[in-house]
């Protein structure tokens, strides 16, 4: 069975904080997505990865294929960065979803 | 290029009625798929689609019913509404790389 473990289940920090959101997933997974969802707001993609590593502005995300690992780093965190983050590993026909990480960034 | 268009964004229902929750995109994904999002429990797949015509079952499918006559429309229907499926409904659609996500809608069933 395809699974997806992710870790905290919540975060808080202080801003400027750098942050670090982790995802673990099983056998079958062949790619990594992470998802941002502001309070009562839309799921947005912010990254899909099957190797190496992604960055986009203060967003970071690698993976370890070997490990079955993934983590999600923002640098220099802001207010704005609070949200639920949420991992998802692609199987071969759904994704299955991590139960995210709640990330409350204090100013 | 409008993404994944779903309505309606905020619905009330009751107990027994039905509707249809509408989900469009326009990038000409295959891959179209409707999810719930509950506190507590993630988002957890209720059908999903890989190709015009063709449907299958996800883990919570009971209650709803999908058709997928078009590429670019996925509608999502609940036959007889139960106070159970109140919840954040979402539509997505993935070809190879991102995912997209309709904005939602919160159904409550009274």
């Known amino acids: 069975k395809n699974e997806v473990e992710q870790s905290p289940q919540n975060l808080t920090a202080q801003e400027g904080e750098f942050i670090t959101i982790n995802c673990s997933y099983s056998v079958g997974i062949s790619a990594l997505h992470w998802l941002q969802q502001h309070p009562g707001g839309g799921i947005v993609s912010l990254f899909m990865l099957s190797s190496g590593k992604k960055k986009h502005g203060r967003l970071i995300a690698t993976i370890n294929i070997q490990e079955k690992h993934s983590s999600l780093h923002i640098t220099a965190s802001h207010p704005r960065d609070s949200a639920v983050y949420i991992c998802a590993g692609q199987g071969a026909q759904k994704l299955v979803f991590g139960q995210g990480t709640r990330l409350t960034i204090n100013p | 290029n409008a993404g994944v268009t779903q309505t309606p964004k905020f619905q009330v229902l009751k107990t027994g009625q039905s509707m249809t929750l509408q989900c469009a995109q326009d990038m000409n994904h295959e891959y179209m798929s409707w999810y719930r999002q509950d506190p507590g429990m993630g988002l957890r797949l209720i059908h999903y689609s890989v190709g015009a015509g063709i449907t299958d079952q996800g883990e919570v499918p009971n209650g709803y019913n999908v058709s997928r006559s078009t590429t670019e429309d996925f509608p999502l229907r609940l036959l007889s509404a139960a106070p159970s499926q109140t919840s954040v409904y979402f539509c997505?659609?993935?070809?190879?790389?991102?995912?997209?996500f309709g904005q939602g809608t919160r159904l409550t069933v009274v």
């Open positions: 997505a659609s993935r070809r190879q790389g991102a995912v997209f």
